[in-house]
């Protein structure tokens, strides 16, 4: 039997084409099971084979080497794919990390506690991966598309104190926490502007040890597009 083609809007690039079902988080970041609440979006060849699943695997392998998540279970179990993508010279994240530097790694009281290397990554590649993640979550959990000229604002946060405040502070707002499965690989909160909700904060949590905060259009843009 034919395969049954369906057209619809891709939630990533806003064009009218071939869709498939596209995983919002990435599969790759989880081991063999899925949570069923996996959050799902209609994505075009373009977006859901090609950009997405390059920026997908992109991002694994950065959060399976960055110092924050390393010692997490998930990461620890799934860093062989890792290292089979490179002896297979498959990875472009170890294209960049092999430019990477080491540093000094110190406890709170000051302490050498070892080196770890500090890798200077296109930010466009992590950006790009977190915008189009905000866009399907965008979709999926508030059933409107941000508007193609949207702008983002993708900042690393650092310092989890204040990032707990700022979370507490957003869910009194009104603001909704969102984790996929148990949360271990993925967890985020959300808010909205109530008389313009494409004016929007996210926080993005991978591992419980990378958060990543990603505003939209906090410069203002046209209204939701449906």
Request: a neutral charge; aromatic letters at 10%.
């Given at each position: 039997?034919?395969?049954?083609?369906?057209r619809?809007i891709?939630?990533?690039?806003?064009?009218?084409?071939?869709?498939?079902?596209?995983?919002?988080?990435?599969?790759?970041?989880?081991?063999?099971?899925?949570?069923?609440?996996?959050?799902?979006?209609?994505?075009?060849?373009?977006?859901?084979?090609?950009?997405k699943?390059?920026?997908?695997?992109?991002?694994?392998?950065?959060?399976?080497?960055d110092?924050?998540?390393?010692?997490?279970?998930?990461?620890?179990?799934?860093?062989?794919?890792?290292?089979?993508?490179?002896h297979r010279?498959?990875?472009?994240f170890?294209?960049?990390?092999?430019r990477?530097?080491?540093v000094?790694?110190?406890?709170?009281?000051?302490?050498f506690?070892?080196?770890?290397?500090?890798?200077?990554?296109?930010?466009?590649?992590?950006?790009?991966?977190?915008?189009?993640i905000?866009?399907?979550?965008?979709?999926?959990?508030?059933d409107?598309?941000?508007?193609?000229?949207?702008?983002?604002?993708?900042?690393?946060?650092?310092?989890?104190?204040e990032v707990?405040?700022?979370?507490?502070?957003?869910?009194?707002?009104?603001?909704?926490?969102?984790?996929?499965g148990?949360?271990?690989?993925?967890?985020?909160?959300?808010?909205?502007?109530?008389?313009?909700?494409?004016?929007?904060?996210?926080?993005?949590?991978?591992?419980?040890?990378?958060v990543?905060?990603?505003?939209?259009?906090?410069?203002?843009?046209?209204?939701?597009?449906?």
């Amino acid at each position: 039997m034919a395969k049954k083609i369906v057209r619809g809007i891709c939630v990533y690039c806003g064009n009218l084409d071939e869709v498939t079902e596209d995983h919002v988080i990435p599969k790759c970041l989880f081991l063999t099971g899925r949570p069923g609440d996996m959050p799902k979006v209609n994505a075009c060849k373009a977006c859901n084979n090609a950009e997405k699943s390059v920026n997908d695997t992109y991002l694994r392998d950065f959060l399976l080497l960055d110092m924050d998540s390393a010692e997490q279970p998930v990461p620890q179990q799934l860093f062989e794919k890792f290292a089979r993508a490179v002896h297979r010279d498959q990875s472009i994240f170890a294209h960049h990390a092999m430019r990477s530097q080491p540093v000094e790694l110190k406890t709170p009281s000051g302490l050498f506690a070892g080196l770890a290397y500090g890798i200077q990554l296109p930010d466009e590649r992590i950006t790009k991966e977190l915008t189009m993640i905000v866009r399907g979550l965008y979709y999926a959990y508030i059933d409107e598309r941000l508007p193609q000229m949207t702008p983002f604002e993708v900042i690393r946060q650092r310092d989890m104190s204040e990032v707990e405040a700022n979370i507490q502070v957003l869910l009194k707002l009104g603001g909704k926490y969102m984790p996929v499965g148990d949360g271990d690989v993925f967890e985020c909160v959300y808010g909205c502007a109530v008389e313009k909700p494409d004016v929007s904060l996210w926080y993005l949590n991978f591992y419980r040890r990378v958060v990543f905060s990603v505003a939209t259009n906090r410069r203002g843009s046209p209204g939701n597009n449906r």
